[in-house]
Nanobody, 124 residues
Framework: QTQLVESGGGSVQPGGSLRLSCAAS????????FAWFRQAPGQEREGVSC????????NYADSVKGRFTISRDNARNQVYLQMDNLKPEDTGVYYC?????????????????WGQGTPVTVSS
């Protein structure tokens, strides 16, 4: 069964860090492009970061550049999102997504696999 399972979400104070993990099963990581999306309460879902297959390229939304880092471990079939210097506006449910193509994109229509999401709350 092909699926993505996120973990690592939680509550943190502003300025803190969290590392989200995405465990992929039923697929070969290096053949897929991955991304992280998030949805804040009452807002539309937005792309946060993407990574092409082979980990050759990554991209970030302007709002997280310099604070978030996407990475992958092809041997372990895991994708990660390191989030540093978190801000209250980073609060939301974070989704790991995958698409069988060779492009780094933050357009959700291209992704066919979605995890169930993991919540992140940044608050003092």
């Amino acid at each position: 069964q092909t699926q993505l399972v996120e973990s690592g979400g939680g509550s943190v104070q502003p300025g803190g860090s969290l590392r989200l993990s995405c465990a992929a099963s039923g697929l070969t990581l290096k053949s897929w492009s991955f991304a992280w999306f998030r949805q804040a309460p009452g807002q539309e879902r937005e792309g946060v970061s993407c990574s092409t297959y082979g980990a050759g390229f990554a991209n970030y939304a302007d709002s997280v550049k310099g604070r978030f880092t996407i990475s992958r471990d092809n041997a372990r079939n895991q994708v990660y999102l390191q989030m540093d210097n978190l801000k209250p506006e980073d609060t939301g449910v974070y989704y790991c997504v995958a698409g069988y193509f060779a492009q780094c994109t933050l357009l959700e229509k291209y992704f066919t696999l979605w995890g169930q999401g993991t919540p992140v709350t940044v608050s003092s």
